[in-house]
């Protein structure tokens, strides 16, 4: 799996990860979808919005709870879990230039007790990641996102059960390089649909 700036990223990987809300680099996880249409992808909130991933680090989230996959460094992957608990799939960063996935039988980082689900293990002008087979075997949570065929509106469950859709303009080409400064709007719909959170979005 890949994630990085889509103009960076290569084709002909497996999965795509990407970003639903700012992450420095803006919301890549719509131009992702857009840009490799047979891949597997695997959406990242940094500010608590709906996605499959939570980012937990700094100057992002700090707990993971009601997100199916949580990400970390290795070094903290022991102290969140022991405060969070473990989620559906655990994600690491763990750099070493060296394919794996992170456990006491691969990379045995000090105080590492078990296996995770997946690691990213190089950074560079985009990161690359080695994942277990059964990785997306979680697809299907409430924490999913149905998207638009031109990739400028999603639509998703926040982990309070709110339903929030996220749109830009389609005749600008956001589909393939979302900014959050390009006239992005987040609506929270939960109230005009009626009933009582919370929602799910079918598969």
């Not at 700094?58 to 992957?77: F, I």
């Not at 277990?132 to 299907?140: A, L, Q, S, V």
């Amino acid at each position: 799996m890949a994630d990085g700036a889509i103009a960076l990223l290569p084709p002909g990987m497996d999965a795509y990860a990407g970003y639903v809300d700012d992450s420095g680099i803006g919301v890549t996880f719509p131009g992702i979808v857009v840009a490799f249409p047979d891949a597997r992808y695997l959406s990242i909130s940094v500010h608590g919005n709906p996605a499959l991933c939570a980012d937990v680090e700094h100057g992002a989230m700090t707990d993971w709870t009601g997100y199916p996959v949580g990400y970390c460094s290795v070094a903290d992957v022991m102290a969140q879990v022991a405060a969070h608990g473990r989620p559906k799939r655990l994600w690491t960063a763990h750099y070493t230039e060296t394919p794996h996935i992170c456990g006491p039988g691969t990379c045995a980082f000090p105080g590492l007790m078990f296996d995770v689900d997946g690691t990213q293990w190089h950074s560079g002008a985009y990161d690359e990641s080695l994942l277990n087979d059964d990785f997306f075997d979680f697809e299907g949570s409430d924490m999913a996102l149905a998207i638009s065929s031109d990739g400028c509106t999603i639509a998703g469950i926040s982990p309070s059960g709110h339903l929030l859709v996220f749109s830009a303009d389609p005749d600008k080409g956001y589909g393939v390089r979302w900014q959050p400064s390009q006239g992005v709007s987040v609506s929270d719909v939960t109230d005009g649909i009626g009933g009582t959170p919370p929602y799910t979005l079918a598969p």
